[in-house]
């Protein structure tokens, strides 16, 4: 297996932020609920508009299992309350990730292979 860890930042959309809060409350309880390799799915909010989610999986198959499990959740949190979505990725992705991630996140995704660090 091998654990990724992902940085997403988007913005509230103005007047939203009452729904997107109600909204990503929906989402944290369907990652509970139904993900079963999310390490870490944590949600941070600066001056009301900007936001920053540390995740982590224990593989690309469990990244794949969670975009599955809230694909829909997602759709509405982006066609209703948030702009400016984008991913950055540290780790090895399976193919099947990287094709999906590029699919999805065109040109909003940005992958990092480690280098060098106190895990080598």
Same mark, same amino acid.
Do not use: C
């Given at each position: 297996?091998?654990?990724?860890?992902?940085?997403?930042?988007?913005?509230?959309?103005?007047?939203?932020?009452?729904?997107?809060?109600?909204?990503?409350?929906?989402?944290?309880?369907?990652?509970?609920?139904?993900?079963?390799?999310?390490?870490?799915?944590?949600?941070?909010?600066?001056?009301?508009?900007?936001?920053?989610?540390?995740?982590?999986?224990? +593989?690309?198959? !469990?990244?794949?299992?969670?975009?599955?499990?809230? /694909? &829909?959740?997602?759709?509405? @949190? =982006? +066609?209703?309350? !948030?702009?400016?979505?984008?991913?950055?990725?540290? /780790? &090895?992705?399976?193919?099947? @990730? =990287?094709?999906?991630?590029?699919?999805?996140?065109?040109?909003?995704?940005?992958?990092?292979?480690?280098?060098?660090?106190?895990?080598?």
């Amino acid at each position: 297996m091998n654990r990724l860890d992902v940085i997403a930042r988007m913005q509230v959309r103005n007047g939203k932020l009452d729904g997107f809060k109600k909204h990503v409350a929906e989402i944290i309880r369907q990652v509970k609920e139904k993900d079963t390799g999310t390490l870490r799915y944590d949600w941070f909010l600066s001056n009301d508009t900007d936001v920053e989610i540390l995740e982590a999986y224990v +593989s690309s198959d !469990a990244w794949i299992e969670h975009r599955k499990n809230i /694909g &829909e959740a997602l759709d509405v @949190l =982006f +066609s209703e309350y !948030a702009d400016n979505h984008n991913v950055l990725v540290f /780790g &090895e992705p399976s193919p099947e @990730l =990287f094709e999906m991630g590029n699919r999805l996140m065109a040109g909003r995704i940005k992958w990092f292979s480690f280098l060098n660090g106190l895990k080598s």
